[in-house]
Every structure is written in structure tokens, then in C-alpha cells.
Nanobody, 122 residues
Framework: VQLQASGGGLVQPGGSLRVSCAAS????????MAWFRQAPGEERKALAC????????DYTDSAKGRFTISLDNAKNTVYLQMNSLNLEDTAVYYC????????????????WGQGTQVTVSS
């Protein structure tokens, strides 16, 4: 699967941003989508996933309450709406395929996009 993330940029603390990821080349229904991020000097961490089959979602503690993942199946595009951003949200945000995604958690990752930089700064 090819994944093209976009929408990153510079945002002030407390602001909002939506990143997008256009996917192509699905060969199996056993591929759900997710967002991860990697802050400077840290490992990549999962944020949220969404099922392509039934829209079920799961969020990690880093994303709960402030971030919302959504999917436009017709466009094969997944979004991550981020609100109340703070300095600690500065990172490269990656779009990922994984299997499975359910309300009970995330499975193993498969394909990774190139990432989009989000910088939170005043």
C-alpha cells in the first residue's frame, strides 16, 4: 500500500490541525489504517487506528480526548484531527496500515508513509 501524508505545518499552542493520508494499492481487506508519531529523540508511538470494515476506532492515551481519526472510504483517505495542541505534540506524523484495528486495540503494522512534520510553537 502506498501512503501519502499531508497537512502538517506550524501551529501555535492551543491550536488545531488536520493531517490527511491518501492510500492506494490495497490488495486485501485485512488492512486497517492508523496514525503514529515520532518526536525528536523518541521512538515511534501509536496514536489511533480505524477499521476500514466497520469504522471502529481505538486511541492511545496520547490521543484520547484531543485527537479524532476518521476515514473516507470512497477517497481511501484517513484523517487525524488534532485539537488543543501543545509543545509535546511536535513530531513527524506517520500514516500506517495495520491489522487489525478494533475497539479492543491495534494489531501489527505493515506499510508506512513518509510522514508529515507537525511543529507546535509560539
Amino acid at each position: 500500500v502506498q501512503l501519502q501524508a499531508s497537512g502538517g505545518g506550524l501551529v501555535q499552542p492551543g491550536g488545531s490541525l488536520r493531517v490527511s493520508c491518501a492510500a492506494s494499492g490495497f490488495t486485501s481487506e485485512h488492512e486497517d489504517m492508523a496514525w503514529f508519531r515520532q518526536a525528536p529523540g523518541e521512538e515511534r508511538k501509536a496514536l489511533a487506528c480505524i477499521s476500514r470494515r466497520d469504522g471502529s476506532t481505538d486511541y492511545t492515551d496520547s490521543a484520547k480526548g484531543r485527537f479524532t481519526i476518521s476515514l473516507d472510504n470512497a477517497k481511501n483517505t484517513v484523517y487525524l484531527q488534532m485539537n488543543s495542541l501543545n509543545l509535546e505534540d511536535t513530531a513527524v506524523y506517520y500514516c500506517v496500515t495495520l491489522w487489525p484495528c478494533s475497539a479492543n486495540g491495534m494489531g501489527s503494522t505493515d506499510d508506512w508513509g513518509q510522514g508529515t512534520q507537525v511543529t507546535v510553537s509560539s
